[in-house]
């Protein structure tokens, strides 16, 4: 069907828009006429609305991301550009092993439809994994909700329950160890969730494929094959849903925008594709391979022909549609999961569909499954441009020169500066109890125990993991088991931060997902971000997108990596997440989330934080700051947003990471935890207590010399990045040394006791001693309360 | 010498395949997949069986029941009454009950089930490290002499041995087949959640079949295979052993506690079953 774009006006052609459920604006539409030199079809105009919208294009984030952010370093053997970036992980017997890092948000999926929207978040992020030739070996899920006390509560505790129940359903049936993430609940979330994923994968270096037709297309005749479910209405327009402000009224309009998940399908499809890949590999065949995900067969074909510089023709009538009368625009642009794109030598084409529809059986797994020959790759002559064709039979339903897709549209959008002035007025804490405030903050939703959900997680399928999500910062993994080699990760990105200085909020999100990875021996060696921000349009919320990734790459270049001087810690993936606000207009605050990935030189080096022994040092490496704006005790005890944010300081955090890794290779070290929400206290009560608050050993500290400078409150609660380290008695001289050496700010605090409480002197008025069983109990109490249905904290 | 080969059945949704392959080759035997469309005459020329754990076609009616239902496992009961070691963990475990293999009190009797967890007054999935050892009087040949309590991961949403009629319950317990019992750190029977994970009646983790060469095991010993996959809070010695180790990368890579269960399948493959 023709779309007469060149010769409607406004109100007929924004109807006719509106008919197809496009957002392209008018200006948008009129340019794809422009390009095509005709008037388009709907597939056609269905097509460019999935590839220009923000999702696809990053049309407003694109130039700032390139100008900010670092993306090269010696360990990247694929930077952002494709489904998933890959690093260096190690060479054992000869065999150069690399990780694969991918970060995806499914945020407004998940607000009107949580389960479903959690379960194909995870479904779309391990399917960019995959399609680099990769095993998905972890997963982790950064997550915000809504205020459990707010006006929105119930609702918010609601839609926490079921995108942990679709985390797990998912990736419980998927089986890939889920190890952690992190949870935030804050009234900005009221009416956007944020349930972003980041997943993680294992390749050989040699084995690793692209996300586009290979050279060797030119030499032979390549086909285009479509694997996996039947394609049906499912997740129609999800891209521009994705890339538009959430309406809940239109929300539910949107339901049919979230696809549906398949994790059993999806399963004997990581199985046949491992088969495929191998099948090619003996062959001498070099593939092309993408997932589908926004914008469909059309999307995953004009970009595996673009990016290898040829043409594709497609015929619709053979791919496995669902209903025959299909019309065109879904079959081409449907978001239905669990598929996969190949471009392979056509002398291996009957082989490979034997092997998805005899050997895997996908017919025999899910109706209409399969993989079809739907298409075969056009190499240009020289001069000729490239072009994508699709037909339905006879009917030619695309017809464009291929650059005219995958190019885009770029948006420059207007930044200015409306971050709330920041209240000058010190926090008070003369006269309170900071036990008692410590106790409250462990029982916040903030800082209580995370365990009541990661029970519902499979963390220990495949055999690999080490820690688990709750023993250290970092979970970690072995990912060759027999090998000493592990992958540490942690995710973190601070919305309090952010929100008093979004430009610290990225730098502060790299910087505590670095330090928890060494705080278990790992050595940081790339990041992967996904940036959930408001409408870019509006220029204060894009201000403060600007300032966030300025300060991601500030702070990838400020610490750098540890094992190679001079190079930045790369950005290797990520995601940007435009849009999060309600149709009133509040905008979240800003959310950066960063994973940070580490390479552990040898497991033994990881330590849970739990402390170990009665008599062994504690220290503290990081200065005290006396700012405690941005900080949880602000926050929840004084309801205040007061001050400044600690300002990073690169060299001293690099010294501390250097002093940590040593003490941790050097067996000094036995207990390591970093030091960031709810502060100083609060990391030493998470030590104390251990993953399950059934730790028996106390501390007894001094922090008098630091509640001099900083002052009570911020010596026991400030959030200046810091970390703790548990010392062995017989090693504290040595540790000593080595944070010496490397010129790091070490504090010695106390002592680990055999008493279960804390003692903390030098706050000002007497000691505080507050039982373990105290803390213990406020700590595990609260979250079995926010999941238990119907009931409020 | 060649080794033992053990076929480990696919069925589509499993999802504990590598694992358990890598478990099986560090108790010394070959493991091979045997998927699930492939002629059920091939598992005539194996020394013994696992079935790993997952979610066999996607826990459709019952966790397990369309699995419990294909040729593969008609065979696999030949096998088994042949005398040849048969281990199924989690899925598998449910797949040897839906399938009548445990604890088969009359051939082919499908007379216990696999209920949802039930967690003080909560049903669902859950995942924990929990203690198993072996009840005195236990007939099952692979828990022979697994008197201590040992510590592995249970990670399921229906594991609650359920058996329908008293006369299963007092049959069960004369044959011996209540392989494996949930326990304290310290041992003590456990009937109350946590230590008891799942409700499961007298605190059964595993249930023997025919005449103990069938376990049909909820926990995952293949995730406690080495000493570095202990939690290093975990109390008791196992934990103990776990601290000590720590810092350590060859005393880690020593045998964790789901290894005493796999080298007992292993041992008894390799006799060519009972």
Redesign the interface.
């Known amino acids: 069907m023709i779309v007469p774009v060149g010769t409607l006006d406004d109100a007929p052609l924004s109807a006719a828009l509106r008919e197809l459920s496009l957002s392209l604006k008018l200006a948008e539409a009129r340019r794809v006429a422009q390009l095509l030199g005709r008037d388009p079809t709907d597939t056609e105009l269905t097509l460019f609305d999935a590839m220009w919208s923000e999702h696809c294009s990053y049309k407003s984030s694109r130039a700032v991301l390139k100008r900010f952010l670092p993306t090269e370093a010696g360990n990247v053997i694929l930077g952002p550009g494709e489904d998933a970036g890959i690093v260096e992980l190690a060479e054992i017997d000869g065999v150069r092993w690399a990780l694969v890092l991918g970060h995806e948000s499914h945020n407004h999926p998940s607000q009107v439809m949580p389960v479903e929207g959690a379960a194909t978040g995870i479904g779309g992020i391990v399917r960019d994994i995959y399609c680099m030739g990769a095993e998905v070996i972890a997963t982790l899920d950064p997550l915000r909700f809504g205020d459990p006390a707010g006006s929105n509560g119930e609702r918010s505790l609601e839609i926490a329950r079921e995108v942990m129940e679709g985390i797990?359903l998912y990736g419980?049936?998927?089986?890939i160890p889920n190890l952690g993430g992190d949870v935030v609940f804050d009234a900005c979330f009221d009416d956007n969730c944020l349930v972003n994923v980041v997943a993680l994968g294992l390749v050989r270096a040699d084995h690793i494929v692209r996300s586009r037709v290979p050279e060797q297309a030119r030499r032979e005749p390549y086909d285009f094959i479509l694997v996996g479910k039947a394609t049906d209405w499912s997740g129609m327009g999800g891209a521009a849903f994705a890339s538009a402000d959430l309406d809940l009224a239109a929300a539910q309009e949107n339901k049919g925008s979230v696809q549906v998940a398949d994790?059993?399908l999806k399963?004997?499809l990581a199985l046949a594709n491992a088969a495929m890949l191998e099948l090619a590999r003996r062959n001498d065949a070099p593939i092309g391979f993408k997932d589908l995900g926004a914008g469909g067969i059309a999307c995953v074909s004009s970009e595996l022909a673009a990016a290898g510089e040829v043409g594709i023709e497609l015929d619709l009538s053979l791919a496995n549609l669902a209903e025959p009368a299909l019309p065109s625009r879904v079959a081409a642009c449907s978001e239905t999961q669990e598929r996969f794109g190949l471009a392979v030598p056509a002398r291996i084409t009957d082989q490979l569909l034997r092997l998805y529809n005899q050997?895997y059986?996908l017919p025999?797994?899910s109706e209409g499954a399969g993989a079809r020959r739907v298409g075969r790759i056009l190499v240009p002559s020289a001069g000729e441009v490239p072009r994508y064709r699709m037909v339905r039979g006879g009917e030619v339903v695309v017809d464009a020169p291929i650059h005219t897709i995958v190019d885009g549209i770029r948006y420059e959008r207007d930044s200015r500066d409306g971050t709330p002035a920041r209240s000058p007025t010190p926090l008070r804490t003369q006269g309170r109890d900071l036990g008692e405030d410590l106790v409250a903050l462990l029982a916040s939703p903030h800082l209580c125990s995370r365990r009541a959900l990661?029970?519902?997680?499979?963390?220990?399928?495949?055999?690999?993991?080490?820690l688990?999500p709750g023993?250290a910062d970092a979970g970690v993994l072995?990912p060759l088991?027999?090998a000493?080699v592990g992958v540490a990760v942690s995710c973190d990105g601070n919305p309090r931060i952010a929100r008093v200085d979004p430009y610290l909020g990225g730098a502060c999100a790299v910087i505590e997902a670095a330090r928890n990875v060494a705080c278990v021996g790992g050595v940081p060696a790339a990041i992967t971000d996904c940036l959930n921000y408001g409408n870019p349009e509006v220029p204060e919320v894009f201000h403060t997108f600007v300032a966030g990734v300025r300060g991601i790459g500030d702070a990838c270049r400020g610490l750098g990596r540890m094992d190679a001087p001079g190079e930045p810690l790369p950005v290797v993936s990520g995601n940007v997440s435009f849009y999060n606000q309600s149709a009133h207009g509040a905008a979240i605050d800003p959310s950066p989330i960063v994973c940070c990935v580490g390479i552990v030189p040898?497991?033994?080096?990881c330590?849970?934080l739990?402390l170990?022994a009665a008599g062994d040092g504690l220290y503290r490496l990081g200065a005290f700051a006396p700012q405690l704006g941005g900080s949880l005790y602000a926050r929840w005890i004084e309801a205040s947003w007061v001050g400044d944010v600690p300002p990073p300081d690169y060299a001293a955090i690099r010294a501390e990471i250097a002093t940590v890794l040593d003490a941790l290779r050097d067996?000094l070290a036995?207990a390591v935890h970093d030091v960031s929400e709810g502060g100083t206290l609060a990391a030493l009560a998470e030590m104390a207590l251990?993953?399950?608050s059934?730790?028996r050993l106390g501390a007894h500290v001094d922090l008098a010399p630091f509640a001099g400078t900083a002052g009570a409150g911020a010596a026991a609660f400030g959030e200046a990045g810091a970390f703790l380290v548990e010392v062995q008695a017989a090693g504290t001289a040595a540790f000593e040394r080595l944070a010496a050496q490397h010129g790091a700010q070490c504090a010695h605090l106390g002592e680990v006791v055999a008493q279960p409480q804390l003692h903390v002197d030098g706050l000002g008025g007497p000691p505080l001693r507050v039982p373990l069983a105290r803390l213990a109990q406020a700590r595990e109490r609260t979250m079995p309360r926010l999941l238990a249905r119907g009931v409020l904290a | 010498m060649t080794r033992v080969r053990i076929g480990v059945l696919q069925f589509p949704g499993l999802n504990c395949e590598t694992e358990t392959l890598r478990a099986l080759g560090w108790a010394g035997v070959d493991g091979e997949l045997v998927r699930w469309n492939e002629p059920a005459t091939r598992l005539a020329t194996y020394a013994g069986y696992v079935i790993p754990g997952g979610f066999s076609y996607q826990d459709r009616v019952r966790a397990g029941a369309i699995a419990a239902k294909s040729p593969l496992m008609d065979e696999l009961a030949r096998q088994a009454e042949r005398g040849k070691p048969v281990l199924g963990l989690c899925n598998g475990a449910q797949i040897l009950v839906e399938a009548g293999l445990a604890p088969a009190t009359a051939a082919g009797h499908v007379d216990a089930a696999l209920a949802r967890n039930n967690i003080a007054g909560w049903e669902g999935y859950h995942a924990r490290w929990v203690f198993v050892r072996a009840p005195t009087g236990a007939r099952c040949f692979f828990t022979e002499g697994l008197a201590e309590p040992l510590p592995m991961p249970v990670a399921h949403g229906e594991g609650r041995f359920l058996f329908g009629d008293p006369a299963v319950d007092r049959e069960i317990e004369r044959r011996g087949l209540r392989a494996l019992v949930y326990c304290t750190p310290d041992g003590e029977e456990a009937a109350a959640f946590p230590d008891n994970p799942n409700g499961s009646t007298h605190a059964l983790a595993g249930l023997a079949g025919l005449d103990g060469q069938v376990l049909a095991f909820m926990p995952h010993p293949e995730r406690a295979a080495r000493l570095w996959h202990v939690p290093e809070d975990l109390p008791g010695p196992w934990g103990e052993r776990r601290r000590r180790a720590a810092s350590d990368f060859a005393a880690l890579s020593a045998d964790g506690p789901g290894m005493r269960l796999l080298r007992a399948f292993a041992r008894l493959g390799a006799r060519g079953g009972s």
């Open positions: 797990a419980n049936a998927l089986g994790p059993f399963r004997v050997t059986d025999g797994i990661f029970q519902h997680y499979d963390s220990e399928v495949q055999g690999r993991t080490v688990r023993e072995a088991p027999g000493a040898d497991i033994a080096r330590r849970s739990t170990k067996r036995v251990g993953p399950e059934r730790g």
